[in-house]
C-alpha cells in the first residue's frame, strides 16, 4: 500500500510561493530603497522570478505600478519614494524662503540706510575740516596728464 503524500506536496507548494513573494518583496524594496527604477523587469530580474508571475499578483503588481507612476514623474530620481518630499513640505519650505528673502532684503535696506549717513557724516567732516594740504606730497593723490 502506497503513503499518501499529496499534504507534504501542498505543504512544499506553499512554503515555494511564499518564499518566492518574499524574494519579490524584497526585491520591489531594494529597488525603491536604491532608487533604481521600479519596474516589472528589475523587479522579476533581482528576485529570480517572471514578469508573467508579478503580474499575476495584484498587490505586488498594484505596488510596482504605483512607485513606477511616482518615479515617472523623475525616471532618475535617486530618492525612495518614501523620502521624496511632498507637495505641502515644499510649500512650507517655499513660504521660509520667502520670509528670509523678505528679512535679508530689509536688513539690506538698513545697511544701505547706515551706510548712506556714514558716508553723509565722512563727507561732512572732511568738508569741515578741509582737504589735505599740499596736494602733491599726499601719497594717496594721482596727478594725471593731458590726454
Known amino acids: 500500500m502506497r503513503a499518501d503524500n499529496s499534504q507534504h506536496i501542498v505543504d512544499a507548494a506553499r512554503r515555494r510561493s ?18 533604481e527604477p521600479v519596474t516589472f523587469e528589475h523587479v522579476a530580474k533581482r528576485a ?8 499575476a499578483q495584484p498587490d505586488l503588481r498594484a505596488e510596482i505600478e504605483r512607485l513606477r507612476a511616482v518615479q515617472g514623474r523623475d525616471p532618475a530620481s535617486p530618492i525612495p519614494a518614501r523620502q521624496r518630499t511632498s507637495d505641502a513640505s515644499l510649500l512650507r519650505r517655499l513660504e521660509a524662503a520667502n520670509a528670509r528673502i523678505r528679512r535679508l532684503t530689509e536688513e539690506n535696506q538698513q545697511l544701505r540706510e547706515q551706510l548712506a549717513r556714514a558716508l553723509g557724516e565722512q563727507r561732512t567732516a572732511t568738508t569741515r575740516t578741509g ?3 599740499g596736494g602733491a606730497s599726499n601719497p594717496r593723490s594721482v596727478t594725471i596728464g593731458p590726454c
Open 18 to 35: 511564499e518564499y518566492t513573494r518574499a524574494k519579490a518583496v524584497q526585491a520591489l524594496r531594494s529597488l525603491d530603497a536604491a532608487g
Open 48 to 55: 529570480g522570478v517572471s514578469r508573467s508571475w508579478l503580474y
Open 131 to 133: 582737504p589735505p594740504r
